[in-house]
């Protein structure tokens, strides 16, 4: 079956850090891969996908992700933190027919 | 593109009363999903609809869950006899086609007293 795993379910760093937030999936088939930030009692908000082609992925508020097919990684990184970067961060991967089956999440703090 | 729109935003009710969620997703989307979310989790897929037709049904939607999308454009999620746990946050979203990104409304979060 296939499954999303984000290693650490809770990630602080300081303002101006780097951000590293790590996904790894499990799929039969190349899978799309996505990542989704959401706020406090709203709903999901699309950062980043991966489809085929280019690697190294970027997306909204200088968020970037690379895919990793030898290592079954889709690892999120941003190279300094701001304060409005806290939030929960949610991995993804494509399932059987289109629905996303998604992580656990990483809720990332930012110290000032 | 007004995003996807979910109603209403929260919902107290009593253990065993039905409740009804209503999602209106973006007017051009043809698919259609409702993922659950409960604390500490990540979104957990329940069903998903192209155009009025229901396509796949998760395990987690036990027979007390009926979902519709009568006309392929709005749909609701009804839960019956509801019990405490379900007490978690709707999510709906809709997308263009199977290789699109999800687009999530802002969820309906149940509490069952």
């Known amino acids: 079956a296939q499954s999303v795993t984000q290693l650490g379910s809770h990630v602080s760093v300081s303002e101006g850090a780097l951000v590293l937030l790590r996904c790894n999936y499990s799929?039969?088939?190349?899978?799309?891969l996505f990542w989704y930030v959401q706020y406090p009692n709203q709903g999901l908000q699309l950062l980043l996908k991966y489809t085929t082609g280019a690697t190294l992925v970027k997306g909204i508020n200088g968020f970037e992700a690379e895919f990793k097919k030898s290592e079954t990684s889709f690892h999120l990184t941003k190279p300094s933190a701001h304060m409005s970067d806290a939030a929960e961060y949610f991995c993804?991967?494509?399932?059987?027919?289109?629905?996303?089956?998604f992580g656990k999440g990483t809720k990332l703090s930012v110290k000032p | 593109d007004t995003g996807v729109s979910q109603n209403p935003r929260h919902k107290i009710t009593k253990r065993g009363q039905n409740v009804t969620f209503r999602c209106d997703p973006i007017s051009e989307h043809n698919r259609l999903y409702w993922y659950r979310q409960t604390l500490g989790q990540g979104p957990e897929f329940l069903t998903y609809?192209?155009?009025?037709?229901?396509?796949?049904k998760s395990r987690l939607l036990s027979d007390r869950f009926s979902a519709e999308r009568p006309k392929g454009s709005f749909s609701t999620l009804e839960i019956q006899r509801t019990e405490q746990g379900d007490s978690a946050m709707y999510l709906c979203a809709s997308s263009l086609d199977s290789g699109s990104p999800l687009h999530f409304g802002n969820g309906t979060r149940l509490t069952v007293t």
């Open positions: 609809f192209q155009n009025e037709a229901q396509l796949e």
């Open positions: 799929s039969s088939v190349p899978p799309y």
């Open positions: 993804a991967s494509t399932g059987g027919q289109g629905n996303l089956i």
